[in-house]
């Protein structure tokens, strides 16, 4: 402290340093907190979406092969039929 | 077969939007619907190579015949004699509506924005959400290349219009074709986001109370030793108030540094205290010392007070120390200057001037009381017992304050007096006239 015609220059008080101290650490660390969330958030959820992207790609390639398998299906049962008829134009 | 067979048979499986039998010569025989071709040849490569390779087949995308982009799934057609007639084929039109396109082609709505696609070997879209593409080549190399690979996988995509996705896919076995899912990875970012703000508007309350609570304690902790740091500051600068300070010391740090504070103080005070006797005070017969009486004999004068002053003088004192030596003459100051104390109202002051010289000042008093006191301790003083085996008489010169404005005009008057009641034969007072 600095002494000044016979008065102490006045400092910051020291339940300001302490408030704003707490204050700052409790912020950034809920900034820090929040921003570790939503970094570990994000990256699960797009490990997530990827996966459940290729099951769904999957499950429908799955299904068109199905379909496609019962349209040849269907076409060879008519290929016999016609066999053992009279087809020809 | 007859046509009616062939209807017959389109209507009951759903799959094709149209159906058609082709003789070894690539003409068309029947169709179902009838589409206009009866009897005519179809060209196309993809009908050209089903028809030579005599085994069922699908073809890739193309351009059909009646200008509709379509794909054909093909079957030959042989006699029980094993003799070759042509194929049946089914056609699938991409851009209407067949069983493999609910299938394949209708996007579910999604909250997310995902949706699907297909493309085939050569890279081209055989269904896409937006319909005008269908048959278009897709134009991103970086989306061609992430498939190229395996049968079925993920990966993310950054399109060349700087859109990134997250995309799934898999390879239907028959075609070759790839189905692939993908979902805007901004609309991810979007969720992540949206939760992580969820997460922060129930902690806030938490962190507002926390905040409070923290200055509140921090409050309660500096409050003391800002209390004690202002005591400290008056106490520097002699402003220190008489009380204690009133702090609630309820840490190890505050109550201690409350004690030094207070224990500076106090013996700060005491150290005064005994400097300013010290400077005040005669050592020898503890009354007041010269400085004294010139600084109370101006206040008096300053306040205009009507007092007298008395100088006294022990007769023969030189004779004292020099018949019973210093020390004696030492003590006999001593208790002659407890005489004058003992005979001095609370009102009055006395100091010893110097040597064997003392002074009275006698508040509030005019030449008649003045002259009275001063006989009294001059009768006082003769009668005492002394610690020399002898008597000690004093002189006495009497003035009192009318118009003097300074101390020193005074105590010469004083003085003066002192003089004449020596010259008249000492062991007397004399008043200054």
Redo the contacts between chains.
Sequence with gaps: MKRNSGRFAKGIKLSTVIGLLSVFILLSSAGIGSLASYTNGRDALAAQTLRLNEYHAEELARIGSTAIETMQKSLQEAAAFAATADYTP | ??QR?LEY?KKS?G??NS?V?I?EKA?L??SAPNLGLTGKKIATPQIVQALSAKI?S?SSPYVGPTGRYLVT????????DGTY?GI???SIYLKEEN??GE??GTQNRKD?G?Y?Y?IDESSKYVYYPNERLIGETASDSLEQQAFSARE?????IDQQDGDRY??????????G?R?????P?EN??G???A??LE??MY?LPA?VI??LI??YV??K???P??ILARYT?NM??RRSPKEIPDVDAWNYETKMLKEAILLADRKSREAEAYLLREANHDPLTNLLNRRMLERVTEEWMEQNKKFAVVFLDIDHFKSVNDTYGHQKGDEVLKEFGAVLSAQTGIDNRCFRYGGEEFVLLLHETGEKEALMAAERIRSTVERSLMPVPRTITISLGIAVRSIESAPEVLFRKADLALYRAKESGRNRSVLFD
Excluded: C, K
């Design positions: 077969m007859a067979d048979f499986n799959f094709f159906v039998i003789n003409v025989s029947y069922p699908i799934v093909s079957q030959p057609l042989f006699a029980q007639y049946i084929a089914g069983r493999l299938i394949l997310d995902s699907f297909v079925i996988g993920l990966a993310a997250l995309a799934g896919y898999a390879t239907i076995p028959q075609t074709w189905v692939v899912f993908q979902t990875y991810v970012l969720f992540a986001e939760s992580t997460t922060n902690m962190v926390v905040i923290t200055l921090s409050h902790l500096s409050l030793l800002n500051e520097a600068n």
